[in-house]
């Protein structure tokens, strides 16, 4: 088993005086990608927002959560100053969300906000624009000397989420939070992007998938977290979890992305995959990742 890259413990998220996120456990290691799923608002981009120190104004958080950055150094992200998370934002820990256009300033082109990142962080000035285009061609988009001049507004939705991913990732990250970020993708764009996602851990980097598809999960991922009502209900290797779940919660979460659906008249979950146990099996046969 490889060392912690994250090590959460005990995490709780107040907003607007409700418990969102109540007691979070929590371990992503080097090398691995874990999908943390569940139903809408059980909490998992409040947990997300907390550890990159973005919760929104109000909210509260409390717990323990030990990073590891590549250099072997160990911080508490809940006890980290403003500053220091600044620092570790980026090189440390990329995040990514879905709402893409909102994270971008609709002021700056494509290529200025890669340079500016790249810039705070005490990159080389000669090899930020080199490093920019690197990024925007690693996460799947074609013609980046283009698009590197162009602004938020001229970006159709999944180019913005592309690009979005790509500022996530141009400081190479040893911990990538992608959250929701291939939702609103096509299944074959959606495809290539989860695959450079997913080379992130090949360089011993973590990387924590949010998703609510079961399948992207099932085919992404090496271990799943369900999150329900603001609590892992349950987690472990990805193929176990899916395929045997033992929380009633998970049963009800597979069952209803099932082919069918829990009532047997549902359709099967969009995505690159059929339906999680379907996926569960190509990949225990050898399929694609
Ligand atoms: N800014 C906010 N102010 C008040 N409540 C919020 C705020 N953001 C989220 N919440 C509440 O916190 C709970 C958890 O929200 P969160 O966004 O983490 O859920 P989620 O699991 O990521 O959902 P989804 O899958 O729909 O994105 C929800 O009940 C939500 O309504």
Redesign the pocket.
């Known amino acids: 088993m490889t060392a912690p890259v994250l090590d959460v413990s005990g995490l709780r998220v107040d907003?607007?005086g409700?418990r969102?996120v109540d007691g979070l456990d929590l371990v992503l290691r080097a090398g691995e990608a874990t999908a943390l799923v569940?139903?809408?608002?059980?909490?998992?981009?409040?947990?997300a927002r907390a550890l990159t120190g973005l919760l929104?104004e109000g909210?509260a958080r409390s717990g323990a959560a030990r990073f590891t950055s590549w250099d072997g150094t160990a911080a508490d992200l809940l006890s980290l100053p403003p500053g220091r998370m600044r620092a570790l934002r980026g090189p440390g820990i990329g995040h990514a969300f879905?709402e893409a256009q909102a994270s971008l300033n609709p002021t700056v082109t494509v290529g200025a906000h890669l340079k500016e990142a790249l810039k705070a962080h005490g990159a080389e000035r000669s090899r930020r624009r080199a490093r920019g285009l690197a990024a925007l061609r690693g996460a799947g988009l074609e013609d980046p000397e283009r698009l590197w001049r162009a602004y938020p507004f001229e970006l159709s939705g999944g180019q913005a989420q592309r690009v979005a991913l790509a500022l996530a990732c141009v400081l190479e990250p040893r911990l990538l939070i992608a959250?929701?970020v291939t939702s609103a993708l096509d299944p074959l764009t959606q495809a290539a992007v989860l695959d450079v996602l997913r080379a992130r851990t090949g360089a011993g980097g973590s990387l924590l998938l949010?998703t609510?598809d079961l399948a992207v999960a099932a085919r992404w991922a090496d271990r799943v977290a369900v999150?329900d009502r603001g609590r892992i209900a349950e987690a472990g290797p990805a193929d176990e979890v899916l395929r045997s779940p033992r929380h009633p919660f998970t049963r009800e979460l597979v069952r209803a992305a099932a082919p069918g659906g829990r009532d047997g008249t549902r359709p099967a979950p969009s995505g690159p995959a059929a339906g999680a146990p379907a996926a569960v099996a190509s990949r225990a046969a050898g399929g694609a990742r």
């Open positions: 907003v607007g409700r969102v569940g139903r809408s608002g059980s909490g998992k981009s409040l947990t929104p909210a879905q959250d929701e949010i609510h999150l």
